[in-house]
């Protein structure tokens, strides 16, 4: 499900590179980022002559994730005291057709002084008795206002706002022809901003682990010339690193998976053992629910069989048998190799239906705790982790936990060719959550 170009997206957005998709998005940005300074959040104030284009700007807004600063009480009452009443005195803040030069620079400085306004827009769309060029030169003198603030401006109309665009342009504000480009800009300046915060206070955490424990894992499948780990042996991996998963037996015989069964205690779950069946359940190679020694018998001799019918030159090294415990929200962690930039790590929902709902995420290891979080929050399964109609809310924490140690595993051991826990078994808050299988494979060296 991990592309190359998905691998460059993510990448690039880890160092803080700016994609563009368009020669007019790469000049655009271009403009913006050598005349404009970062803004300190992602507030932007959007003042207009006229309704449409306001209303085009907010709903760009909304889109490329652009938040519409509020206008405080304070404000809203110096706008009252000299904007005509028919005007727009929340954001976007509409100066009404007829605006003055004047009228113009008195929104400006009024609405960019205030500290819930990290960004300005200012729209133009000329009326029969609109002065472009004042009210450039208006917006030019206001610009030790805004200083520290990036401005913008759409003054729309072509030929008849072309002296306006000059002057405002000659002063380094950007001007846009249409609004929607200018949000979409202003939205990467927001992002980048917000990566440059983000990396200067950022740090990878390291986990107290056990390395001798997976290095004596890997190098007896190794010894063994195999390439992928048994569930018992990829168990031990991903405990070593205090990922909290079922203890599983492998019993070679129907016996011994009794004897298993009796130690664990029923119910019992029973599944096939095999480097050469991946995924077990398509072939009935897992049973659940198993209650007694005569279950574990007879399903023990069901579950060989079907595997030998299924695939008859598959290696059989026999069954595992595992508690049964109760089933959480299912989900997915995973690593697959990037041949550019290496371990990529996946979170999403999980279960049986994850090739077929494909709600997932992708990261570059190592991960930070925030783009753990950032992961969990692009995914659909996150509005159920946190608790609709009434469900309780899943112990979200203790998810992060297990990828931020995952990451470290994943980036401590390079020869890890692939690895997926499905599901992990996530419970309600404060109650953690359960590796319930975990498939592991590394390279030969």
């Given at each position: 499900m ?15 590179i700016?994609?563009?998709e ?7 940005l ?11 959040g992602s507030?932007?104030a959007?003042i ?11 709903d760009?807004?909304?889109?490329y ?6 206008m405080?009480?304070n404000i809203?009452?110096?706008?009252r005291?000299?904007l005509p009443?028919?005007?727009g ?6 100066v009404l057709?007829?605006?003055s ?15 819930d ?9 000329p009326?029969?008795i ?9 917006i ?5 206002i805004?200083?520290?603030?990036p ?9 008849t ?7 405002i ?8 022809s249409f609004p929607?480009r200018?949000?979409?800009s ?5 992002k980048y901003?917000?990566?440059l915060?983000s ?5 990878i ?5 056990n390395?001798?424990?997976?290095s004596?894992v890997?190098k ?24 909290p ?5 492998l019993a070679n015989?129907?016996?011994e998976?009794?004897q298993?069964?009796n130690?664990?205690?029923?119910p019992?779950?029973?599944k096939?053992?095999s480097?050469?069946?991946?995924h077990?359940?398509?072939?009935g ?6 209650n ?13 069989g ?6 008859p030159?598959?290696?059989i090294?026999?069954?595992n048998?595992?508690?049964m415990v109760?089933?959480?929200r299912?989900l997915?962690i995973g690593?697959?190799?990037d ?8 979170f ?7 090739n077929?709902?494909?709600d ?14 950032e ?6 399964a ?5 608790g ?11 998810i992060?936990?297990?990828?931020l140690r ?8 390079s ?13 309600e808050e404060?109650?953690g959550?359960?590796c319930?299988?975990v498939?592991?494979?590394i390279?030969?060296?």
């Open positions: 991990a592309g190359s170009d998905l691998a460059f997206k993510i990448a690039f957005k880890k160092a803080g700016i994609r563009v368009t020669a007019e998005e790469l000049f655009d271009a403009e913006v980022f050598s005349t404009q300074p970062i803004p300190e507030n932007v959007i207009t002559n006229a309704g449409g284009p306001g209303i085009l700007a907010t760009s807004c909304e889109k994730g652009v938040k519409m600063a509020p405080s009480s809203v009452k110096k706008l005291e000299k009443p028919a005007s005195f929340f954001n976007p803040i509409d057709g007829d605006a030069a004047e009228r113009y620079k008195f929104a400006i400085e009024t609405v960019l002084k205030s500290e306004v990290n960004s300005g827009l200012i729209i133009l769309a009326q029969a609109t002065k472009p060029l004042s009210i450039a030169k208006a030019v003198d206001s610009k030790h805004f200083k520290d603030k401005v913008m401006t759409s003054f729309m109309g072509g030929r706002v072309a002296k306006g665009i000059e002057e342009e000659k002063a380094g504000i950007p001007n846009f929607e200018a949000i979409r202003l939205s990467i300046l927001v901003g917000d990566y915060k990396s200067q206070i950022e740090t955490p390291r986990f107290r682990i390395k001798k424990k997976v004596s890997f007896r499948v190794r010894e063994d010339k195999r390439v992928t780990l048994t569930w018992v042996e990829a168990t031990e991996v991903v405990n070593a690193y205090g990922i998963a079922t203890i599983p037996q015989i129907a016996e998976a009794v298993s069964a130690r664990i205690g029923y019992v779950v029973l096939i053992e480097p050469n069946i991946l077990k359940t398509d072939i190679g897992v049973r659940l629910n198993v007694t020694a005569e279950e574990v018998r007879r399903i023990f001799f069901e579950l060989v079907r595997a030998h019918i299924y695939y030159k598959a290696t090294l026999g069954v048998v595992s508690k109760p089933l959480g299912e997915i690593m697959t190799h041949i550019t930039f290496g371990q990529l790590i996946m999403g929902l999980g279960g049986i239906y994850v077929f709902l494909k997932v995420t992708f990261g570059l290891a190592p991960l930070s705790e925030r783009e753990v979080v992961m969990i929050e692009q995914t659909k996150f509005t159920l982790l946190r609709i109609r009434g469900d309780a809310r899943s112990d979200i924490d203790s992060i936990d297990v990828i995952f990451s470290q595993l994943v980036t401590d051991f020869e890890i060719n692939e690895i997926d826990i499905n599901p992990l078994s996530v419970y404060n109650k959550c359960l319930l299988d498939k592991i494979t390279s030969t060296k």
